[in-house]
């Protein structure tokens, strides 16, 4: 396959394409789940998904076909968006699914009150059908951020998954408030009675921006598990943000991190950088809100290549939103 960047599917005029989730089901076939708005110009988010054909070395998709969209009333009545989608066996309500989608959902314009839910389908294509305990992240405060942009992987390929998430935290006497990654791992195997575990604080230690600039934040993350290495690779968002030129609060490049599965779960070690993905690789100012590429459990497919998927975006002062479109890149991975 191609290593350098291409753009994966081309959508109308004002429609964005942003937050991919790709999912590699076999061989010549995957599946990608994005962000988009269904009718032109208008700013709101639904999840699309498109079957995509490996064709001579690249992937071509076809139409895109509605995977998720937000409730009538409720804690997602807003927007749904930042999916992932692992497979696995759910048991819930005397059916079994095999497929799981984790998204983002809020019920606040402005993208306030971002809370964290789950649907299950039986087939990756849906139909998707929402659970009915979320949302299995909340988030108390109405006029923050909230908690959102979550990745999953599978820890048995049957119930048992880890998500990683962004949340606001803040401390009111300085009137501070950032976000960071957080991590916890669910067993849904009986979803009628789930087990949830405690938030995690993800260590960060090694974590650095490109060229060193200021103290990296760390949000937005997408997650593989790499287990004939046992490593876990981690696409963020590269900080601090270009300030000056519009759009001004996406990140100019992606960076992609790796870590021992050992060292995470006791927080300690450090991450390494293995790449940042920019303006030199994309041709584009902005490459941000990125999905690692996935076989069905979250896991990497093949041992030799990390397959990422970006969204691009053009700097400009109007009209960048419908400039958003997703690119597919291969990063090779050395044996250790």
């Known amino acids: 396959m191609s290593a350098s960047p291409y753009r994966m599917f081309d959508d109308s005029e004002g429609i964005y394409n942003y937050c991919p989730a790709p999912v590699r089901v076999d061989r010549d076939t995957m599946y990608v789940f994005y962000c988009a708005n269904t009718w032109p110009g208008i700013v709101i988010d639904d999840i699309y998904g498109r079957k995509g054909k490996l064709v001579e070395g690249r992937w071509e998709f076809g139409d895109r076909f509605l995977a998720l969209t937000p409730s009538r009333t409720g804690w997602d009545c807003i927007h749904v968006c930042d999916p992932d989608v692992i497979k696995g066996q759910f048991n819930w309500k005397g059916e079994t699914y095999s497929w799981m989608m984790v998204y983002l959902g809020c019920d606040i314009h402005y993208c306030y009150h971002n809370q964290i839910g789950i649907a299950f389908a039986k087939d990756i294509a849906g139909p998707y059908i929402k659970y009915d305990r979320n949302p299995i992240v909340s988030y108390d405060e109405l006029y923050h951020w909230g ?47 789930p087990v949830v575990g405690e938030a995690v604080a993800m260590h960060d230690g090694g974590i650095a921006n490109l060229g060193g600039e200021g103290k990296a934040e760390v949000f937005n ?116």
């Open 147 to 193: 908690a959102g942009q979550p990745c999953v992987l599978s820890l048995d390929g049957k119930g048992k998954f880890r998500m990683l998430y962004t949340q606001t935290v803040h401390e009111y006497a300085r009137h501070y408030e950032k976000p960071r990654t957080f991590w916890r791992d669910f067993d849904l195997h009986d979803a009628d009675a």
């Open 221 to 336: 993350p997408a997650i593989v598990w790499d287990r004939m290495r046992d490593h876990y690779y981690l696409a963020r968002e590269g900080t601090p943000f270009d300030r000056e030129r519009m759009p001004n609060f996406i990140a100019s490049y992606t960076q992609i991190c790796s870590i021992s599965r050992q060292q995470f779960e006791s927080n300690e070690g450090g991450w390494c950088t293995m790449r940042n993905i920019g303006a030199a690789d994309s041709g584009f100012q902005r490459n941000h809100n990125a999905g690692v590429c996935k076989d069905a459990f979250g896991w990497l497919y093949e041992e030799a290549v990390l397959p990422v998927a970006l969204t691009v975006s053009a700097v400009q002062d109007d009209g960048f939103l419908w400039t958003y479109r997703i690119h597919y890149t291969e990063i090779p991975l050395q044996e250790d």
